[in-house]
Each structure stands twice: as structure tokens, then as C-alpha cells.
């Protein structure tokens, strides 16, 4: 029998709150799980995230999820307005099969020597270095100068807007964000008939860490981490700048929006990317930080822990008891609940490769497994080591059956 929108978020918000639930909430992570399993082009929801609605029905009626994951995709078309060079997408525009996932590419847009300039003024350093560097389009905000106080000094500055180059980069933003606007439209539809029409509660937006944004969006993951040996006090000074600009608004918007979840996906945190003690110093305030303002913002913080993360589990646990929620991809998961499981409702972490490879058996092996692990007081949902994308349906619909069976209370 299938649960109502009511009975999936309590049974949701009781195992968040480390209550015990009347059975183990389902919620894995999906993203092109959506295309890969039900026909859909990737390129296609990309150009229109309604064209996924079809998937994601069918994916409710075979699953019947307690939450529900939205495909957590780019829209193509502001991307090629804008001409992004910060990643690649299927179609034509970088020949890629439709079925092509899209991809990050982990480049740098902040130099060693331009830490100074972005700390003294980030803001016109966004609109005049990253923002060129990452939109071959928007070459024009290059020749800005948006420092002058003085009048006279700001008029002669004025002249800039006349500039062919820099004309041409304001059409293309109007262009753009015109369609952004037809895209956040498309996205209310899909979480509209999540919601409404198929009764399920979603995972809500996305905020990331500081620390991520500085690795991901300035310096790249692999330079981001090397900094924090290269450059610490410079690193240290961004991630905190970073966090003073975007924790307040982000959180704001996701509230405005009526969220009650906000997804937090931790990149650069893992085991092998940094040290503990470095994790303590670097990443852990900014992350605490944004935890704290999204439960003060009277939310639930949805946070992904990617990769290792054995090291950090007494770390992540100084967080309100019954606030937070963390998922985990490779972590042993017995300590997980007798650490974190403490203060927190654990989610995971069947592993994807077991979904997408692996025999029923095996499956259904996994699912009893970590059950009778993590389950026991409550404060535990079945969800997957990674996002899945491919995965054996079979395999899927034996992971969903097993869960009911051995997930109750």
C-alpha cells in the first residue's frame, strides 16, 4: 500500500529527529537514474526539465520513495547564451552523445597573485575576472571599472557602457537570464507534481560549504586543497570572506522558497584531500556555520558526506541534537551510528555498485545488513553510497522490497 505525502514526511522528519519512525524511510539520491532507466535524453531535460515528468512519475509508481530527488541538472540554454566554459554538457555544442552525462572541469579562476584583489574588493573582482573567465561571453565586464567613489571619476567611468563589447555582454545577460527565468519556472512545474500530484516530499535546494565554493568556483578542487600547505593564511581569509557572502543570502532564498530541507554536498572534505586537523581548522567552521543558520532558519540541513570519511565523524557530531542529517558514501558504518548517530540521523549507504553490478542476493544481503546496524532506536533512512545515475532495476526494485521487509519497526 502505497503512503500518503502526510505519512512519508512524519515518517521523514521522526527518523530526522532521531525518533523512531513506523519503518525505515526510502530516499535514495537519483539524478540521471531518471533518463538512463526510463528513456529520457539527458540533453533533452537539459534544454527542458519538464521532459523528465514522465520519468519521474514512472520512477514514483515503481518505487514509491518517501523522498524524491528532482535531477539535479544545468539548464543548457543560459549556458550557451553565456558561452560556460566551466563545464560540458551533452549536444552539439560540445558533440557529446544526448545520453552524455554533463561534467565540472576543474580549472582555476583566481591566480597566486590575485588573493590580495579578491579580498580587498570581491565583488569587483567576481564581475570583472571570474565572471569573463568562466562565459567566453561576457568578455565585456572586463573592461569595467566599478571602484570610483568620487563623481566625476565614476562619470568618466561611465563611458565603459558604451563600449561595442561591453553592450553586446549586457545583451547577452538580459538574453540569459530571461531564460533562467523560464527554467526556475520549468523546475517549480517538476517540483510540483513531486509534490502535489504524486504525493512526495523532495530534497529541497542546494547550498554548498564555504570551503567547497572556494575549491570548487575559485582556485579549482585540486589547487583548493594544495592551498591550504601553499597559501593557508590566504585560503583561510577567502573561505572566510566566502562564508560572510553567501551563507546569509543562500539560506534567506531556500526559506523564501518554503524548504524544509537543504542538500549540502561536501566535495573537498574527504580522508585523502586534507588532514584532520587541517578539516578542524579549514573546512569544518564554514560548513558548522551554514549548518547553524539553516536550523535557525527553522531547516533541516540534507548534508552528503562524499568519499572517506572515518576521520571525521567526532568532528561532524558538534552539531544541535535531532537538527541534522547526514549521509555518508564510504564510512564504517557501525561507528557512524555509535558516533554521529548520537546527534544526528545517519542515511546510507548501500553501495551503488552493488545496484548497478550486483546479483539480487547480494542486494538483498546489503539492505538486511545495514538495517541491522543502523536502524535499531530510530534515526537511520536506506539511501546509497553515491547519486545514482545507472543501476540495475531489478536490482532496485529488490533494494525498495528488502528495505520494507526488514525496515520495520
Known amino acids: 500500500m502505497k503512503s500518503t505525502y502526510a505519512e512519508k514526511l512524519e515518517r521523514l522528519e521522526t527518523a530526522f529527529g532521531l525518533g523512531v519512525p513506523d519503518r525505515v524511510p526510502f530516499a535514495p539520491k537519483i539524478s540521471l537514474y531518471y533518463c538512463y532507466n526510463y528513456g529520457v535524453n539527458v540533453y533533452d531535460v537539459m534544454k527542458d526539465f519538464r521532459n523528465v515528468e514522465p520519468a519521474i512519475r514512472a520512477y514514483i509508481a515503481d518505487f514509491d520513495p518517501d523522498l524524491v530527488w528532482a535531477p539535479p541538472t ?22 557529446l552523445p544526448l545520453m552524455s552525462p554533463y561534467q565540472h572541469l576543474d ?19 567576481i564581475i570583472t575576472k571570474l565572471l569573463p573567465r568562466k562565459h567566453k561571453n561576457l568578455q565585456g565586464l572586463a573592461k569595467l ?41 520549468q523546475a517549480k512545474y517538476i517540483a510540483d507534481v513531486i509534490v502535489n500530484q504524486c504525493g512526495c516530499p523532495t530534497r529541497g535546494t542546494t547550498i554548498c560549504a564555504p570551503f567547497d565554493i572556494y575549491a570548487d568556483s575559485l ?30 543570502r543562500s539560506v534567506a532564498l531556500a526559506k523564501a522558497k518554503g524548504e524544509r530541507f537543504v542538500f549540502i554536498p561536501l566535495h573537498a572534505g574527504v580522508d585523502d584531500f586534507m588532514s584532520t586537523d587541517d ?33 571525521r565523524l567526532e568532528i561532524i557530531s558538534d552539531v544541535p541534537k535531532g537538527k541534522v542529517v547526514y549521509m555518508f558514501e564510504q564510512v564504517d558504518m557501525k561507528r557512524a551510528k555509535e558516533i554521529v548517530g548520537k546527534v544526528a540521523c545517519i542515511g546510507g549507504n548501500m553501495p551503488t555498485s552493488v545496484l548497478v553490478f550486483g546479483k539480487k542476493e547480494q542486494v538483498i544481503d546489503e539492505t538486511r545488513k545495514l538495517i541491522d546496524i543502523c536502524a535499531p532506536g530510530g534515526g537511520f533512512f536506506m539511501d546509497c553510497s553515491l547519486i545514482i545515475d545507472n543501476a540495475n532495476h531489478e536490482n532496485m526494485l529488490a533494494w525498495r522490497e528488502a528495505t520494507l521487509k526488514y525496515g520495520n519497526y
Open 74 to 95: 544545468y539548464p543548457i540554454d543560459p549556458l550557451e547564451i553565456l558561452g560556460s566554459n566551466m563545464l560540458r554538457w551533452p549536444g552539439p555544442t560540445h558533440k
Open 107 to 125: 580549472n582555476t579562476y583566481l591566480e597566486d597573485n590575485e588573493f590580495d584583489e579578491f579580498l580587498t574588493d570581491p565583488t569587483h573582482f
Open 145 to 185: 571599472n566599478l571602484h570610483e567613489i568620487y563623481e566625476m571619476s565614476f562619470l568618466q567611468d561611465v563611458a565603459s557602457f558604451a563600449d561595442p563589447e561591453v553592450i553586446s555582454t549586457l545583451f547577452t545577460l538580459v538574453h540569459a537570464g530571461k531564460h533562467v527565468q523560464d527554467k526556475a519556472e
Open 219 to 248: 582556485r579549482g578542487l585540486i589547487q583548493g586543497v594544495m592551498d591550504i600547505k601553499l597559501y593557508p593564511e590566504e585560503t583561510m581569509a577567502c573561505v572566510e570572506r566566502i562564508a560572510d557572502m553567501s551563507i546569509d
Open 279 to 311: 578539516y578542524e581548522k579549514f573546512y569544518w567552521p564554514g560548513l558548522k556555520r551554514l549548518i547553524t543558520a539553516i536550523i535557525d532558519a527553522g531547516m533541516t540541513p540534507y548534508v552528503f558526506c562524499e568519499g572517506k570519511y572515518n576521520s
